[in-house]
C-alpha cells in the first residue's frame, strides 16, 4: 500500500485516503482537507483556503481570479 505525508498535519496516510491538490502537487488528510481546502468555483481545482481569493458565492484560484479580473 502506499502511503503519502499530510502537508498540514505531518500524518502519514495511506494514498487513497488522501486529497491530492494538483495546484500545490501536495496531499492532505481528511481533517485538514476539511479544514484547510476549498474548491475553486469555476474550475473545480482544489486550492488552499487561505490563498484563495473570494468568488461569487465560494472561492477562486489564482488562475480564474485572474482570468475574470485580472
Known amino acids: 500500500m502506499e502511503t ?11 494514498k487513497s485516503e488522501a486529497t491530492y491538490t494538483e495546484y500545490y502537487d501536495t496531499y ?15 474550475c473545480g481545482e482544489v486550492i488552499d ?9 465560494g472561492y477562486l484560484c489564482d488562475s480564474c481570479h485572474d482570468d475574470l479580473w485580472g
Not at 28 to 42: I, N, S
Open 4 to 14: 503519502v505525508k499530510c502537508e498540514y498535519c505531518g500524518k502519514t496516510l495511506p
Open 28 to 42: 492532505a488528510c481528511p481533517d485538514c482537507a476539511d479544514e484547510h481546502l476549498v474548491t475553486c468555483e469555476r
Open 49 to 57: 483556503r487561505e490563498s484563495a481569493n473570494k468568488g461569487f458565492g
